[in-house]
């Protein structure tokens, strides 16, 4: 056994390619997409390092283009959750005692993988199964899931090295273990990084994990998944499985080797699974860790001394970007009375001049959302909205002849409680309220109580009264909080990102926080010289 203390460096964000024409990554990438869209995939769980088929398959399709069959994926049932648990703490003890370096060592190669030899496979797989443009697939199927591995790697090492103090005569140390158990690992469709870094920074730390992805993710999961296996990941050290929510949780819950859930997606399921794991309380052998990034119904205020230019490129980008269906997404607006026609007429010209369709062709900025149900669901709002007179100022139309496409819609209400201001759309709508310029007090309380959620929000303004009286009065409404920027675009590192109320426990992702939380303290006290007597000075009177 080796006797060396390891540092890894603090690491540089991934660079984001810029994909220009002609330019070597655009050419790779295209290639790659044509290469993808010619073969019919046959995806299988991964149980135990093995490939698992079970011949109950599943078609995956673009939703921009699904006539076209890009695969199919196998789908599991509830004796493949049993394999996949009995595989994980089968695997268990060898992978808590591996040393650190070694597990580090994995994760650090599989970021090296993902931004050099499988770059373009991450961000084709992306764009062509959830529908994201080039540049959207780059920052996050490519740039931040390398950073998530690589400042995970950096921030546990650091977490390692934090050691309590030793007076003289005892030596005082703490080691910091995995959790006794399995952990459950259930990730979304609209980041391909979260998918990756739920079930890896569980595993990073030394836990076993049982990993179920969202369907409308398989086809880039599986490239992640292949990707580790290469880098050297154990078999059962993360287990695949695509079996539905329900019988996830039936038998993980009641198990009671469950040690912990890290989760991305609605805050239905999230409280359910809260309520399920505590009802069942009696039956673990430790106290569960539930660590969960539901939803947001974010917001963007602007105060009166805004550039009505800021304010607009801000919704434009911030609600739009990846069809809104990202959990940070501008969803809701209040303009000052002053600055809305002109706001208005900036925000209308730049979104009808999006180009809508497929991500092969680079010069849409706007793709389709992810299936038809949320297609349907999108489509219900804008329509009552329509219904019950409310000013679209921009879109409101949408076709899924040949893929599940919204138009970017900006719906002004003259109520500030109307339903799409306070429900989660998760799609490319936009509400706005404009409000009396002078009455930007009575505004921030608005904002931070007409929403159960607090992901994301920002504030626009040149007045810097006003920001610090937004920043303190919000300081609840947010996580995440955004000065004269849109509210999306955390980057690991510099914005480590989560939100409390009904948006989630805030563990962080992107920062040290959020390993704690898959990391068991034990202490250790040695005494040099212990005692060989039992009294004390004070028993003595003379």
Same mark, same amino acid.
């Given at each position: ?273 809260? &309520?399920?794991? +505590?009802? /069942? $309380?009696?039956?673990?052998? #430790? !106290?569960?860790?539930?660590? *969960? ?92 909205? &329509?219904?019950? +007179?409310? /000013? $679209?100022?921009?879109?409101? #139309? !949408?076709?899924?002849?040949? *893929? ?139």
């Amino acid at each position: 056994m080796h006797n060396a203390y390891f540092q890894f460096a603090h690491p540089v964000n991934e660079p984001v390619l810029n994909y220009a024409p002609g330019s070597a990554e655009k050419v790779a990438l295209k290639k790659q997409l044509a290469a993808f869209k010619a073969v019919e995939m046959d995806i299988p769980m991964y149980i135990n390092g093995q490939e698992v088929r079970t011949g109950k398959t599943v078609d995956i399709r673009p939703p921009h283009e699904h006539k076209h069959k890009l695969g199919h994926f196998h789908q599991g049932d509830a004796s493949h959750v049993t394999q996949a648990i009995n595989a994980a703490l089968a695997a268990r003890e060898e992978w808590a005692n591996t040393t650190w370096e070694q597990r580090a060592g994995i994760f650090l190669r599989a970021a090296e993988l993902m931004a050099t030899k499988y770059r373009a496979h991450m961000n084709a797989a992306t764009m062509l199964g959830q529908s994201k443009n080039a540049y959207q697939a780059e920052i996050d199927s490519a740039c931040e899931i390398i950073d998530f591995l690589r400042y995970n790697v950096h921030f546990l090492g650091e977490i390692y090295k934090q050691q309590p103090y030793s007076p003289q005569g005892i030596h005082n140390r703490v080691e910091y273990r995995p959790l006794e158990g399995f952990v459950v690992a259930v990730t979304p469709f609209n980041f391909t990084a979260i998918a990756g870094n739920l079930p890896t920074s569980a595993a990073m730390c030394g836990n076993v994990v049982v990993w179920k992805p969202a369907n409308t993710q398989v086809y880039s999961a599986n490239v992640i998944m292949k990707i580790l296996i290469e880098a050297g990941l154990p078999a059962g050290v993360i287990n695949l499985v695509y079996a539905d929510g329900p019988t996830i949780g039936d038998i993980s819950f009641s198990h009671p080797d469950f040690a912990g859930i890290h989760f991305t997606g609605s805050t239905g399921v999230f409280q359910t699974m809260w &309520k399920t794991i +505590g009802s /069942n $309380i009696n039956k673990y052998k #430790t !106290y569960p860790r539930i660590v *969960g990034e539901t939803g947001g119904k974010d917001f963007v205020i602007a105060h009166k001394s805004a550039d009505p230019a800021v304010v607009a490129t801000a919704l434009a980008r911030g609600a739009f970007e990846y069809q809104g269906q990202k959990c940070s997404a501008a969803s809701r607006a209040y303009i000052p009375s002053n600055i809305a026609e002109e706001v208005k007429k900036i925000l209308v010209e730049q979104v009808s001049s999006f180009k809508i369709g497929t991500t092969e062709d680079f010069t849409n900025f706007i793709n389709a959302v992810i299936d038809e149900k949320s297609f349907n669901k999108i489509a219900q709002y804008i329509d009552n909205a &329509k219904k019950d +007179g409310q /000013n $679209i100022w921009v879109g409101g #139309t !949408y076709d899924k002849s040949e *893929g599940y496409f919204i138009h970017p819609t900006v719906i002004e209400t003259k109520d500030p409680k109307y339903v799409t201001m306070c429900e989660e759309i998760f799609g490319p709508v936009l509400s706005l309220y404009v409000y009396d310029a002078e009455k930007f007090e009575e505004t921030l309380a608005l904002v931070d109580s007409t929403s159960e959620y607090a992901l994301t929000g920002s504030i626009i303004s040149t007045d810097r009264y006003a920001i610090d009286l937004a920043t303190k009065r919000l300081t609840n409404a947010a996580g995440n909080f955004y000065i004269n920027d849109k509210p999306t675009g955390a980057v690991v590192g510099q914005q480590p990102f989560g939100g409390a109320r009904a948006s989630g426990t805030n563990d962080k992702a992107g920062s040290m926080l959020n390993l704690y939380r898959w990391l068991s303290a034990r202490t250790i006290k040695e005494t040099m010289v212990p005692p060989t007597d039992y009294r004390y000075p004070f028993l003595q009177e003379a």
